[in-house]
Each structure stands twice: as C-alpha cells, then as structure tokens.
C-alpha cells in the first residue's frame, strides 16, 4: 500500500519524465483523487507480475494521453452531465440497438433515418458492432480485427464522427461496445502471435498440448456447443491450442497480462473520446479464467471492472458503463459494483432475467416464477440501472435459477422443457414460431431464438390469415413492450420490432451465417414495410402507433425515472403483474394481464403499500377510473394492461 505523499510524487515523476503537459485542472483533480484507488486495484491483480511497476505507469500516462486527445465539446458534456446528476436514470431516455448496414446500409445514410427514429421517439442508440470484423467469421461483428478501424461494410470513423454531431444536435444518445473478451483470429495481435511472437502470444491463452486445456474444459460450460463445441482451438501455423470459449475463430485475451489490459484501455477511453455516451463491455463475465472454475464471474472480473470505471471516471466522466453479463440472477447484480464499489463499477446491465421472466409470464399466463426471482433484481444499488428490452441481437435464455422455478411449485426440468417447446412453436396449438438455439444435448440445455412478433405469434396468425390471432398477437407485443418501458430502466427496443418484422430465415443460404440462427431476427429493413407505419390501420401502423405511445406515456412520468422505486404487489391473482412506482407525492400503478382470457382484480391491491387511492387515470386509454371497494373488482380483458397514475 502506497501512501498519498507517493502517489503524488509519481504524478509529478511521470509529467516530468512524459513532457506531459496538462492544464486541465478538473482532470488532474480526478486523477489524484482516484489514483490511490487505481493503484491499489491493479495491484490486487498484478502484484506478481514481473513488469508491474513499468506497466502501471504506462497505464496512467495512457490517462492522460486520453483526456490530452478528448475534445472540448465532449468535455462541456462531461460537465453537463455531472451537473445532471444520474442523467442516464431518466424517464426521458428511449433506445434502439440496431445494425447500420441491415437499417440503413451504411453509416453514410444514418443520418437520413434519425427522424424516423425520432418520430418513434427513440433517443438513444446502441449501435451493434462497427469495427473491423472479417466477413464470415465475424458473429455479427463480435469478432473484431481492428479496434480503431470501421469495416469498410459500414464506411469510414469520419461518416461516424459526422453521424455523432448529427445525434447530438437533436439530443440523442450513443451506445457502442467494446469487445474485450477476444479478437478476430485475424487481429494484428493473433496473427502475430500465429507467426511465433511470443509478446503476442501472451496476449492471448496459448498451450503447446492438452494438459492445461484438459485441465479447464473440466469445469467449462460451453457457450456454443452446436456451431462451437469445446473451449480450445487447434492453431495449425503456430501449433499450439488457443483459448476459443466462443466461436473458434474468437480467441479469448489474457488479461493476466497487464499489458492487454492497458491496450484495452487505450481503446475503450478512445471510444469515449469518439463521443460514446454508454460504453456496452461485451461479455464481461468471461474476461478471467482460472482451472478449476467455470471461468465466469471470478472475482477478477469485478476487480478489473472497477479498475475501468475509475480510469473512466478520470479520463472521460461523462460515459456510464453497461456490463453485458447475460448470467445468474444472484451475479448479475454484482457488475453494479460490491462493498465500497457499490454504484461504482458498472452502471447498467441487462434485465436479463425479467426479460426471461416476461416470456415466461407469456407463454404460461403466470406470474409466480417472475415474482419469484424479484429479491434477486431487486438488489440493484441506487444511482446504477438497467437496460429493460423484449428482445434484442441475441437469442433468449431461461438463465434464471432452479429454486425460482421451485418457489413457483413447478419442476424445473419440464417447466424450461415447456418454454423451449411453446417458442419453437413444438408444443401443441403454440402461437410462437421461434427456434431453439445452441441446444446442448449433454446439459439438455437450449436458447431461443426468433422476432418479437413471431414468438408473440403473428408469423403464424399471418400465414393462417386469421384476424383474431392477428390482433392477439399485436396485442401481445405491446403488452410486453409496455411491461419492459415501465418496469424500470433504459429501455432498448430492438430494430423491426416497431412494425412487427417476422423471422428471416435467409440466413440458412449463406454459408457465413447459416451455424447461426440467431440470424433469423436480425432483418434487413425494407423501407417500404417500414413506410407502412404511416397507412392508418396497417399492420406496421399498429404495432408503431402504440410503440410511439407507450414511449410518449414513458417521456411524461418523471415517476418512471429509474430511483430505486419500484414495488411489486402481493398477487392477488397469479395472471396479473402489478407494480408500483412512486416519487415524492406521485404514484404510478402497473398492472399487466399476462393471460388469454379476461380476469379480474381486486382494488385492495393499490392500497397495499401506499395511501389508498381515490382516482387513477389510465394513460393507456385515457379513461379516469374511480377506485372501488376491496370486495369489487378492476376487469381486465385477454393481455390488457394500465398505466395507472394515481391523481386523487
Ligand atoms: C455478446 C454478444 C453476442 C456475441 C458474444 C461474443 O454476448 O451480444 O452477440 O456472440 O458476445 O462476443
Ligand atoms: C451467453 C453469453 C452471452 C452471449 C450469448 C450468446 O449467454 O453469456 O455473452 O451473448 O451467450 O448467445
């Protein structure tokens, strides 16, 4: 442990011996308040590491590199946003995570479909992946050659600069990633490691034979078992086996050696100096391995989750950080940080489990296995958030754990069993047309892949040309949208979904993409569908009208802010989710019908956990309703829902 006085004359070591030349104060103020805080985190890591001390003042010079190079106006936003507290919590705040080449064709033309966007309501993007990624090898560009240099598919980092100054002219947010879990075989690091550099090589987990691979595959769940089977991949020009714990030709980075991980500052910070609002950490539960586990959510992890927060937190303020940990329930709440990190490692990351738990709810009209996971989520620290979403580039796992499944009095194994075959539309008379994805016969595990309006069922009400399960189905996307925008958090609507894109199944005829089937809901828009959005009574015109408002409904309740407010119902009836949020004197009731057919509620449910209500207002339909006697009843039709906002 170093002490203040040291820290200090390092500082002034490293300006001096650098030339650094620095005069923003706020900066050098950031850096001495957390550079004790720096130190010691990297210590807990790289305490044995031969080059420790070099390697730690490379690191901070690389602070200083990125705040010389972060430009004035992103500065300004930095103290724009600190003024604004927890600006990314708001109610106001809407996202979309889309492709530039499947939404628009290139970057170059994003800028013409930022009204469309607007006109939904949408002021947030999640970009999907930009960066060099070789064409057929690329997992939907997770699979990164070059972290600086955007694919020629998507055109030049100077059409993204001109794309940011546009967003940011009409109040829009950024979301990029960063993969920090791998590269591309074809990175400039692999291919020099492929050639027998050994500074490369350990860059990466590099083993001459089995035993060490042996070793970890004891304790490795796979992640694609079908397209990826195993942890390890055979490099023929190097002989040696590589780590690979996604596809074969994503090869994991070390992050035992420091130097990968100050390379991978070096890129997240230039990101940030890019203009990125939230930085989206690709599978960050994997970035440690160790034998002996499974190589997810190590304790490390969070230490260097929270070592880049604070470099962030010096060098570009003004990014929140979004954790994709896409795992247990009881984990997933550990990337908001833990003890003295609490809020201050990641600040958001994905409901994963309630969106789960929402297609649950839908496919069995019950709310038990939902409620029961609640404590879990729940735990999420004030100041941190979640991305709330339906659907999104992945497939849906039903990652939630056993015991939940239990609390709910049903068996695990048959229940998951039921959800796998409802989606892949196998279970009899099933609404859904989905696909199970990465099935692992060895676990008996699978996802589920498919749009939000096929697994709601529309493909299929549409090809039996059947109005009813037509309006069902619409009924039902909105209602899941509906649940997931006020549920609490940053909501991120997945492209297409706004006019009710179907599955694609083009992918299987394209040899890149066919082991993948996570495909068929990635869709190419078709401007003329989408077009359609504005032909009163289409179909498109239904889906997008009702999205628009829920995001409309969303803007004007301060309540929906994402404060920690949030408080479920006993359930009075095991087919309704109500919740509760509440701030200051406002009071907002979300009350969902997750079953086909009408039931009804008793009014005792509002005065559960607040001042009984006299009136509500449903902002869904406009309709004030006077609250009844606890022996009477709200009704609700098959799927329906309120947005209730308490005004007496
Ligand atoms: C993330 C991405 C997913 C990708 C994986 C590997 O989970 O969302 O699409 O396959 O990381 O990078
Ligand atoms: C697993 C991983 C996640 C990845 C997904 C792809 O859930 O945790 O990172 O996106 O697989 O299917």
């Not at 992103?74 to 927890?86: Q, S, Y």
């Not at 409802?422 to 692992?440: R, V």
């Not at 694609?504 to 068929?520: A, L, V």
């Amino acid at each position: 442990m170093v002490n203040d006085q040291v820290l200090s004359e390092f500082l002034q070591h490293i300006i001096e011996r650098h030339h650094i030349q620095s005069n923003d104060s706020a900066f050098l103020e950031r850096l001495s308040e957390r550079l004790a805080t720096i130190n010691r985190l990297y210590y807990q890591i790289y305490s044995t590491h031969p080059k420790k001390d070099e390697l730690f003042e490379q690191l901070i010079v690389t602070l200083f590199k990125a705040n010389h190079e972060r430009s004035s106006t992103l500065k300004k936003r930095d103290e724009e946003k600190a003024e604004k507290g927890h600006w990314f919590l708001s109610n106001e705040m809407v996202g979309m995570s889309l492709y530039v080449d499947r939404f628009a064709g290139n970057l170059k033309k994003m800028p013409s479909k930022l009204a469309y966007l607007r006109n939904l309501g949408v002021n947030f993007l999640h970009i999907m992946p930009l960066f060099q990624s070789p064409e057929g090898e690329s997992d939907g560009g997770y699979a990164v050659s070059d972290f600086r240099k955007i694919d020629e598919r998507f055109g030049t980092l100077e059409d993204l600069r001109t794309l940011i100054k546009e967003m940011q002219k009409n109040e829009m947010h950024l979301m990029l990633d960063i993969v920090v879990n791998h590269t591309s075989h074809r990175h400039e690091w692999a291919e020099k490691a492929k050639k027998g550099d050994l500074y490369y090589q350990d860059f990466y987990y590099m083993y001459e034979n089995r035993w060490i691979p042996n070793e970890y595959e004891e304790h490795m769940p796979e992640i694609f078992p079908e397209a990826a089977p195993g942890n390890f991949t055979w490099s023929e020009e190097c002989q040696k086996w590589v780590m690979t714990v996604f596809h074969d030709y994503q090869w994991d980075l070390n992050f035992m050696n420091p130097i990968v991980l100050r390379e991978m500052i070096d890129n997240i910070l230039f990101y940030a100096n890019l203009g990125v609002d939230v930085l989206r950490v690709d599978a960050p539960a994997f970035i440690w391995k160790q034998t002996g586990t499974s190589c997810q959510n190590l304790p490390q992890v969070h230490t260097l989750l929270q070592l880049i927060k604070q470099c962030v937190l010096v060098s570009s303020p003004g990014m929140a950080l979004l954790g994709e940990a896409i795992v247990a329930p009881k984990e997933i709440t550990k990337y908001f940080g833990t003890g003295e990190f609490m809020a201050l490692e990641c600040d958001f990351a994905y409901n994963a489990v309630h969106m789960a738990l929402q297609w649950d709810m839908l496919a069995t009209g019950e709310t038990e296995v939902m409620m029961a996971a609640q404590h879990e989520i729940l735990k999420k620290p004030f100041g941190t958030s979640w991305i709330t979403y339906t659907r999104c580039h992945d497939d849906i796992g039903l990652g939630y754990e056993n015991q939940m499944i239990k609390a709910a009095g049903k068996q695990p194994y048959p229940h998951r069993r039921f959800l796998m075959d409802y989606y892949s539309g196998k279970f009899p008379n099933s609404p859904a047309t989905g696909e199970l994805f990465s099935s692992n016969p060895k676990t008996g595990d699978a996802r589920i892949s498919g749009t939000l309006a096929s697994l709601c069922g529309l493909e299929k009400a549409l090809r039996e040309n059947d109005s009813f399960s037509i309006n069902e189905s619409i009924q039902k996307i909105i209602l899941m949208q509906a649940h997931s925008m006020f549920i609490g958090g940053l909501p991120i609507l997945y492209y297409g979904d706004e006019v009710g894109y179907t599955n694609d199944y083009s992918f299987r005829d394209d040899p890149g993409k066919s082991y993948d089937n996570r495909w068929m809901h990635r869709p190419v828009i078709d401007w003329k569908k989408n077009k359609l959005a504005d032909k009163e009574g289409s179909i498109e015109n239904r889906i997008f009208s009702q999205t628009q408002k829920l995001i409309q409904i969303r803007k004007q309740l301060p309540v929906i802010a994402d404060l920690k407010n949030l408080t479920w119902s006993t359930p009075q009836n095991k087919h309704v989710a109500v919740f509760m949020r509440d701030k200051d004197a406002d009071r907002f009731f979300g009350v969902f019908n997750f079953s086909s057919f009408p039931t009804n509620l008793t009014w005792y449910v509002f005065k559960e956990h607040t001042q009984a209500p006299k009136r509500l207002l449903d902002h869904w339909s406009g309709i004030e309703i006077e609250v009844g006697y606890d022996h009477e009843f709200l009704e609700l039709q098959p799927y329906q829902f309120y947005l209730f906002e308490v005004i007496d």
